[in-house]
T-cell receptor, first 112, second 113 residues
């Protein structure tokens, strides 16, 4: 096991609602990245957090936001949910300056 | 923008045969290329990676080759086994200290006993 844990594993929301997903990084890792994986697609980079600040962002709107805490754990918040937000959300941790990512099992979000 | 193309999208082989998956990338500054295996309902697992200063890397039945000039890299699996069946993703790292991985769309490998 990689040590990256995510919660919850599954979530069902309705359009317009808000959601918070959580991630605990692997021991010794201080950088957390979030990815969105739509069905049948590769993961797409949302953003990365390092030292409690956003450290790089992909092509996602501002309603996707995040936090990182002093213990390196992280949250992904999505406001005003849309049907197309339905996907597997993956968290990955790494050590600073190391490109090697270790993924959690993800949160499967369904927006109805 | 940055892009990683992956082929084929599906691949079916007989147990014991070899499987090859190919990827091309667009950013010549990319310097790190991992491969992930994702079984149904599970997390992507890093199976092998290669850096741009190396042309080939091997780990038991798995090998990866990189051609920087042509900007393509390939995954080779020899003596395939049914447990190799999964979706395989290639990725390329770009963007320096604020960088991230750009993934291909995946290859669904089926190994028939």
């Amino acid at each position: 096991e990689t040590g990256v844990t995510q919660s919850p594993t599954h979530l069902i929301k309705t359009r317009g609602q808000q959601v918070t997903l959580r991630c605990s990084s692997q021991s010794g890792h201080n950088t957390v990245s979030w990815y969105q994986q739509a069905l049948g697609q590769g993961p797409q980079f949302i953003f990365q957090y390092y030292r409690e600040e956003e450290n790089g962002r992909g092509n996602f709107p501002p309603r996707f936001s995040g936090l990182q805490f002093p213990n390196y754990s992280s949250e992904l918040n999505v406001n005003a949910l849309e049907l197309d937000d339905s996907a597997l959300y993956l968290c990955a941790s790494s050590s600073a300056g190391n490109e090697k990512l270790f993924f959690g099992s993800g949160t499967q979000l369904s927006v109805l | 923008g940055e892009n990683v193309e992956q082929h084929p999208s599906t691949l079916s082989v007989q147990e014991g045969d070899s499987a090859v998956i190919k990827c091309t990338y667009s950013d010549s500054a990319s310097n790190y290329f991992p491969w992930y295996k994702q079984e149904l309902g599970k997390r992507p697992q890093l199976i092998i990676d290669i850096r741009s200063n190396v042309g080939e890397k091997k780990d038991q039945r798995i090998a990866v080759t990189l051609n920087k000039t042509a900007k393509h890299f390939s995954l080779h699996i020899t003596e395939t086994q049914p447990e190799d069946s999964a979706v395989y993703f290639c990725a390329a790292y770009y963007g320096g200290s604020q960088g991230n991985l750009i993934f291909g769309k995946g290859t669904k490998l089926s190994v028939k006993p």
